[in-house]
């Protein structure tokens, strides 16, 4: 079993910072990927970045695109979320995701994973942009 714990969130004016953060602690914790998605209220979850701990390549949605950093631990047990410039439209609440023991076809495909793609999740925090 894999536990994730979030942490970083917060309210930021428009135009700032926030640093998520993703710990997992588990056994048998040796991911294939890591992503961070994101459910804003009356809205979908939706994909924001993911990592790929094989090849190290990132993917990003193209709303945060340039806007959004994921990045790991040389551990590979804590992953970031570093969002810049942020928008009102940002404001959701995060879930860290981690697919362990299956293969994430996205990557292959050259496309952001879905969210089924991922068998373990945090319980979320809120990142709330204002004006």
């Known amino acids: 079993q894999v536990l994730l714990v979030e942490s970083g969130g917060g309210s930021v004016q428009a135009g700032g910072s926030l640093r998520l953060s993703c710990t997992a602690s588990g056994n048998t914790y040796s991911p294939n990927s890591m992503a961070w998605f994101r459910q804003a209220p009356g809205k979908e979850r939706e994909g924001v970045a993911a990592?790929?701990?094989?090849?190290?390549?990132?993917m990003y949605a193209d709303s945060v695109e340039g806007r959004f950093t994921i990045s790991q631990d040389n551990a590979g047990n804590t992953v970031y979320l570093q969002m810049n410039s942020l928008k009102l439209e940002d404001t959701a609440m995060y879930y860290c995701a981690a697919a362990v023991g299956i293969a994430v076809l996205g990557e292959v495909l050259g496309k952001f994973p879905d969210q089924e793609e991922y068998n373990f999740w945090g319980q979320g925090t809120q990142g709330t942009v204002a004006s």
């Open positions: 990592v790929f701990s094989g090849s190290g390549k990132t």
